[in-house]
RNA sequence: CGGGGCAUGGCGCAGUCUGGUAGCGCACCUGGUUUGGGACCAGGGGGUCGCAAGUUCGAAUCUUGCUGCCCCGACCA
């Protein structure tokens, strides 16, 4: 993509509504613009984040097993009436009243629509057991939107719903979710720590909160430092085999959010050393709710000896549309983002410092057509602004590498290669430039 | 929802106390000089001062009502 073609408005100085980093960051790189209070515009590069974001979580869901479905945002009340929760949730959901004055909202969450949903799909206890999933936005009207995308009205979530027989297969489903969060929070760059979590309006007994350490995060959590470095499964993993080692492995160190804290605990289980006191930002929430909803919305089976019974249900969600602000969170600088090379909206930024020049033109629209050529995607500032304006932007936005190319360079036949996470340059051929991007990222 | 604050050109702000018909920096446009970390000079375009009513000869400024947005708290992916 040409810079001079794109929509890439940036900012240069802070706006004064964006308190924390990635709300700064996000307005500044031209990634989102706020439409009303908690509701955000996605401006063509925070939309690429995003996809990207969605790309890395539905790969993962599916992997683990999960089938994907799309729920509209809108829902009739009348389910929402049968498992009580119509009332339950308050002013948090936003009712809407149709021409018809039929009571209708716009999703909080899915529990109610995918149970009917599956309910009026299955036969027996042969169907099961299944694992559902959608990501789509949803809608809470919170008290107080705040943070920009961290904490919207209006976001985009990763749901996905489990169906079992037994709660003993119940807990089998969980802990495939379990092993497929630790995978994807990796794989978008993130250090994520299972936590055990309460489990809030939605019920359970099982629930665990994925929390991303970063500075700026919201919560307060205490864990055994050994979380932060243990290893994720790879995509070898079988996730029909016995996950159980796996899952005690992450949860038996001392690890919980505030609210969970026990410091008697914490001082007794873990080693003054090995204490980590952090701040954190929540992106996943597993839970396990065994038949709160089958229940109330009859979902029943005929199991192998012909009795009715309700089938167990685990629901699991992503902040999809959060994980953009939570990445941020924990990997910027001064300067602006750090993009892990998993979610960058582009690989590499090519800057040409002299547009206009005939050779530095020539050089770097050469450089621009071999890696597009070798599928790297590339961000190119063709424009003619300053060299100084364009290292201050390219750092603003983030692109894991710059390729840097001027007259003075290219007179040597060299150019740079920056990378953007440690600063650190490096002086080559153009040819020798386009390689090394090139085993970069392909 | 309790407490605090803001609303003036695309962005950041001054002007409001003490009413006289709108200004600064950045951005933008034109020309020139520049050119490796957000340049310089000159010229220029752009604002019903959040909305509505009121007071007044006259309102960005005073009064009343409304709306939007931000920050702290309780609540949440």
């Given amino acids: 993509m040409r810079l001079s073609k794109y929509f890439l408005p940036t900012i240069k100085e802070n706006p004064k ?19 009303s209070a908690g509701i955000y515009t996605w401006l063509p590069m925070g939309f690429k984040v995003l996809k990207k974001i969605e790309e890395i979580v539905r790969d993962e ?19 929402w009436k049968q498992s009580g929760r119509y009332e339950d949730y308050g002013k948090e959901m936003l009712r809407i009243t149709d021409r018809h004055d039929r009571e209708m909202l716009y999703g909080p969450t899915n ?33 107080r939107p705040r943070f920009g995308i961290m904490r919207g009205r209006e976001f985009l979530m990763k749901d996905a719903y489990s169906f079992d027989l037994t709660a003993e297969e119940g807990r089998k489903s969980y802990n495939k979710m379990f092993v497929s969060y630790l995978r994807t929070f990796e794989r978008l760059g993130l250090k994520a720590i299972p936590m055990a979590a309460d489990t809030g309006p939605i019920g359970g007994d099982l629930s665990h909160e ?4 970063a500075d700026t995060g919201e919560s307060e959590v205490y864990c055994h430092r050994d979380l932060v470095d243990f290893d994720v499964p790879d995509e070898t993993l079988d996730y029909d085999s016995d996950l159980t080692p796996i899952i005690a492995k992450w949860t038996a160190p001392y690890a919980a959010t505030d609210e969970q804290h026990d410091p008697d605990r914490f001082a007794r289980e873990v080693d003054e050393k090995d204490r980590l006191h952090a701040r954190g930002i929540e992106v996943g929430h597993i839970f396990f709710f065994g038949s709160k909803y089958s229940k109330p919305l009859n979902l029943t089976v005929q199991d192998s000896g012909g009795n009715q019974v309700a089938i167990e249900s685990g629901s699991y969600g992503v902040g999809v549309s959060r994980l953009a602000g939570a990445i941020i969170e924990a990997s910027h600088d001064d300067n602006g983002i750090i993009w892990p090379k998993s979610v960058s909206p582009f690989d590499v930024g090519l800057m040409n410092l002299k547009a206009g020049d005939e050779t530095t033109d020539t050089a770097c629209a050469d450089l621009y057509q071999k890696l597009q050529a070798a599928g790297v995607d590339v961000l190119y500032d063709d424009t003619d602004d300053r060299a100084g304006a364009k290292f201050s932007k390219m750092d603003l936005i983030g692109l894991p590498w710059q390729l840097i190319a001027g007259p003075r360079g290219l007179a040597e036949n060299e150019v740079e290669i920056k990378c ?6 490096e002086t080559v051929s153009p040819d020798d430039a386009v390689n090394k991007l090139k085993n970069e990222f392909c």
Avoid at 18 to 34: C, P, T
Avoid at 122 to 140: E, G, M, V
């Fill in 17 to 35: 509504e964006a308190e924390i980093v990635s709300h700064r960051l996000m307005l500044r790189a031209g990634m989102i613009r706020q439409a």
């Fill in 61 to 79: 869901q599916v992997r683990a097993g999960a089938i994907e479905v799309l729920m509209p945002t809108i829902q009739s009340a009348d389910l």
């Fill in 111 to 143: 529990e109610e629509l995918i149970t009917d949903t599956f309910k009026n799909g299955i036969q027996s206890y042969r169907d099961l057991p299944r694992n559902l999933f959608h990501i789509q936005w949803k809608f809470r009207d919170e008290i």
């Fill in 210 to 213: 994925f929390i991303i350490l």
């Fill in 420 to 425: 953007r996470a440690t600063g650190e340059r």
